[in-house]
């Protein structure tokens, strides 16, 4: 068992048509998390390891159950490992797709495009749950509450890195690829079995402005105020 280190619509050209703007970060928070957005497509330009780690010391102080801190994070900017994580994934959507019945062209397409975005992205941090520090439970209900609790505050941490990232002129997009084969991704990266891992964040400077998604009004995401 390895040690946990604990310290640290086309396929390559849909963006054409949406020319870079120039980016003006704020230190105003409530503007900085409007103006975060999901990227798939960046610039050729490496993240240094020090805005890497910027985004990580973010994640450490996200709030967690018990303080545990049940996360730990795998980072990629080599083209091997990279590579090595997109083709195992790959294997196990394509299986996924074709068991839902889609057209092998299709697949093909989906297939293609998930890989790039992998390959193409400077940096890639992967998002790890880490259980073996929770409270245990004689039952199992109460377990699956603190896996829960797990589960709520990675996202936590995930959210503090998306924007310290942008805070800091990054870019970044989640992809929730490991989710469906967390095994497959561990053994693809030879990692410690222990860890699950939880999502892939693609991380650069964005080659486009990617189109935004409208969010609900305020007044349908409350049900109830007292």
Known sequence: MKEINNTNESLHGSHV???????????????LM???????QYQNTPVSR??????????RWAPSPHGRQPWRFVVLTQPEPKEQ???????TWQQNLEMDGQD????????????????????IILPCLYLEDLDHYPDAQRQADE???????????????????????????????????????????????????QALITVGYAAADPKRRP??????LIVRFD
């Not at 409007?34 to 798939?40: A, E, N």
């Not at 997109?86 to 294997?91: E, H, R, T, V």
């Not at 092998?104 to 940096?123: N, T």
């Open 104 to 123: 092998s062209e299709i697949v093909a397409i989906r297939l293609e495009k998930s890989r790039q975005r992998i390959l193409q992205a400077p940096a």
């Open 215 to 220: 969010r609900l009004p305020l007044d349908t």
């Open 17 to 31: 048509d949406r020319p870079v703007t120039e980016l003006h970060r704020s230190a105003d928070l409530a503007t």
């Open 147 to 197: 896996k829960t609790m797990a589960v709520q505050s990675i996202g936590a941490a995930i959210q503090n890195m998306l924007l310290t990232a942008y805070d800091l002129g990054l870019d970044t997009g989640w992809m929730c690829a490991p989710l469906f084969c967390p095994e497959v991704a561990c053994e693809a990266l030879t990692l410690d079995t222990r860890l699950i891992p």
């Open 50 to 59: 020090d805005l890497l780690l910027q985004m990580l010391e973010a994640a």
């Open 34 to 40: 409007r103006s975060r957005r999901s990227v798939r």
């Open 85 to 91: 994580l997109a083709n195992a994934m790959g294997s």
